[in-house]
């Protein structure tokens, strides 16, 4: 891959471009991923000046059984694949690497990004070293703090430890992933100036909001690189409300779930977007809309965004800003949340037991008794907090 560093201005002059013309390549429709020799197009990861494509592979998945996904990706131009430590009960790093162990020249190609839990120094060293031998490479192209809490955590001494990671040439680049208060913490990210990319959730629903959409220039503007995942934004479409939205995509010669890919993929400052793609036809469905030039009209923009509206009482926006000080911090709700929507809306009961492992017997007792009232009242979206999280616990029965 590409790795030579550009200037500011040259960075925001591609921003510009990619803005003004077409942000898909020229190709194919929507509805023929890959035939024709087509390949989705890639896009400057921020300041880095790294050529990334446009969809990214998300690896919460057993990926040693569908190595076929992984062959099927590099034919469309997906070369941007995401992982984590831990991911699929430690298999997804696992069967990377054997990708990579029987496809050696498949590596050069791959812009490879995997994440840790761990937050100091020692902790950082030893995660990336078992990353880097299950993954058997020498390199992680972009290495994450996996689900920040707060920039905070990005201390003196983890900035020091990246530059020597990276000075080693074990990391190319470093960041953070975020799936709570994302606004917010883009802002922070962008501000601190020394992070090359962030890993946050970022859909039609999220970019509706003005503090996301300043969020996003701030980025653009510093140069920070923004790679969005979640990017349905609530998952399947409810048959009572998504009939029309669907039937009206269906007409323009795409489907609502490329639709909201497109949305995305309007904002030049989103590099990529990472997509859990363990089906086939998912994988070629998201790569066809990328390599599909139908921009979306302003009355497609439109239904979008009715649709968000129309439908935000059952999506939670990650703003735990707002309900957390509701109930002291006790309850994580951004946690309950999360597993709620990898069981219901991604079919995963493992990964959202994965999310619900941290809710101790303590924390239990206190969703039973406690009056979520102030929590719901706090939410933006006007979620039912209290019938949620309970619904949560039930995944740990």
């Given amino acids: ?45 921020g300041r880095t000046g790294v050529h990334i494509s446009s969809l990214c592979l998300g690896g919460i998945f057993d990926v040693p059984a569908n190595q076929h996904i992984l062959h099927r990706a590099l034919q469309l131009g997906v070369t941007c694949w995401d992982t984590a430590e831990g991911y699929h ?22 812009f490879l990004i995997t994440k840790t839990d761990a937050h100091h120094p020692e902790g950082l060293s030893n995660s990336l070293k078992r990353s880097l031998e299950k993954l058997r490479t020498d390199h992680i192209d972009l290495y994450l703090i996996h689900d920040l809490r707060g920039v905070e955590t990005l201390t003196d ?57 300043a969020a996003l220039e701030q980025c653009g503007a510093a140069g920070l690189g923004v790679i969005g995942m979640k990017a349905q934004g609530g998952g399947p479409v409810p048959a009572d409300a998504g009939s029309d939205l669907a039937g009206q995509f269906l007409g323009r010669g795409f489907t609502a779930a490329q639709a909201k890919l497109k949305a995305i993929w309007e904002n ?56 957390g000080p509701a109930l002291g911090s006790r309850i994580p709700i951004s946690d309950l949340m999360r597993g709620l929507m990898y069981a219901r809306d991604y ?28 929590a719901e009242r706090a939410c933006p979206q006007g979620l039912p907090i209290g019938r949620l999280a309970r619904e949560a616990l039930e995944l740990l029965a």
């Fill in 157 to 213: 001494d983890v900035r020091d430890w990246a530059e020597a990671a990276k000075g080693s040439g074990r990391i190319r680049y470093f960041g953070f992933s975020t799936h709570r208060n994302m606004a917010q913490q883009l802002r922070q990210a962008a501000a601190l100036g020394w992070l090359d990319a962030v890993l946050s959730a970022c859909n039609f629903r999220l970019l509706q909001a003005a503090d996301m959409q």
């Fill in 268 to 323: 030049p400052a989103i590099a990529s977007i990472c997509s859990q793609m363990h089906v086939a036809r998912n994988l070629e469905e998201n790569s066809a809309a990328a390599m599909d030039r139908t921009a979306l009209s302003s009355a497609d923009r439109a239904r979008l965004a009715l649709f968000a509206q129309a439908t935000c009482e059952g999506y939670c926006a990650g703003c735990e800003r707002f309900c």
């Fill in 89 to 110: 009960g430690d298999r997804s790093e696992a069967g990377f690497g054997q990708f990579f162990e029987k496809q050696p020249a498949a590596r050069r190609d791959v």
């Fill in 1 to 45: 891959m590409a790795g030579d560093s550009i200037t500011r201005r040259s960075f925001l002059k591609a921003l510009t471009l990619a803005g003004t013309g077409s942000l898909l390549s020229a190709g194919l429709p929507a509805s023929a991923a890959g035939e024709g020799g087509g390949t989705v197009p890639r896009r400057i990861l």
């Fill in 347 to 374: 079919g995963n009961p493992e990964r959202a037991r994965d999310c619900l492992r941290a809710v101790g017997p303590g924390i239990r007792d206190a969703i039973c008794s406690t009056d979520f009232t102030l």
